[in-house]
């Protein structure tokens, strides 16, 4: 049957965005969604995938997280992202820098999988 992946997580944009949803429309759009309203420009994720399409998304995520800031502040795309594996458990994924960070979330996240 296969691994399942919950990924939760949002990505915050400083005038990226219209080059975000070019990234997301040419790859599997499934499970994203742009909130509108307020001031935060953001684009949400949640989704449950298998084990094997975990790297689509986080090629995705890398792909936009790589996008060059267009201020004079030089404000990158940031967010975070919780991945729980069913067997690996659960891992934080920070997006900031034009990067993309992956390490174990911390056990207080214990919570968001029991």
Request: proline letters at 4%; aromatic letters at 14%.
């Amino acid at each position: 049957m296969g691994t399942w992946v919950y990924i939760r997580g949002w990505l915050e944009f400083n005038g990226q965005r219209s080059e975000a949803e070019r990234i997301i429309r040419e790859g599997n759009s499934e499970g994203w969604t742009f909130p509108e309203g307020g001031w935060l420009d953001a684009a949400c994720y949640a989704r449950a995938v298998r084990a094997i399409a975990v790297d689509d998304v986080l090629d995705q995520i890398r792909r936009i997280s790589s996008l060059p800031a267009t201020d004079e502040d030089n404000d990158r795309v940031c967010g975070l992202f919780f991945a729980f594996h069913e067997v690996d458990g659960q891992s934080e994924w920070q997006v900031r820098n034009g990067e993309v960070f992956i390490s174990p979330a911390a056990p207080r996240y214990d919570y968001l999988w029991k």
